[in-house]
């Protein structure tokens, strides 16, 4: 069945940075479009950075542009979330999924806790 495993969350200070990887399993990971989304408290999930099947083309939300990099491995099954110049408000519970401009979602993971805080 289909998996979607996140790591890499954690607590770090304003302006630090973390590297998040999703484990995928239980599709044809190379032939969906695949993105990190993320729900902040009392916020709704957004889709946050999106990238192609290939990972040619990527996509950001205005609010990550610049600070954060999406990168996948077609070998391993892996996609990836480089975030740098973290703020407070990128406090949330990260997850990955297909991207759901391209796909039907898949069910999601337990996704992995970013704190920002001093």
């Known amino acids: 069945q289909v998996q979607l495993v996140e790591s890499g969350g954690g607590l770090v200070q304003p302006g630090g940075s973390l590297r998040l990887s999703c484990a995928a399993s239980g599709f044809t990971f190379s032939s969906y479009a695949m993105g990190w989304y993320r729900q902040g408290p009392g916020k709704e999930r957004e889709l946050v950075a999106a990238i192609s099947r290939g990972g040619g083309e990527t996509r950001y939300a205005d609010s990550v542009k610049g600070r954060f990099t999406i990168s996948r491995d077609n070998f391993k099954n892996l996609v990836y979330l480089q975030m740098n110049s973290l703020k407070p408000e990128d406090t949330a519970v990260y997850y990955c999924?297909?991207?759901?401009?391209?796909?039907?979602?898949?069910?999601w993971g337990q996704g992995t806790q970013v704190t920002v805080s001093s």
């Open positions: 999924n297909v991207d759901q401009r391209y796909h039907s979602l898949k069910g």
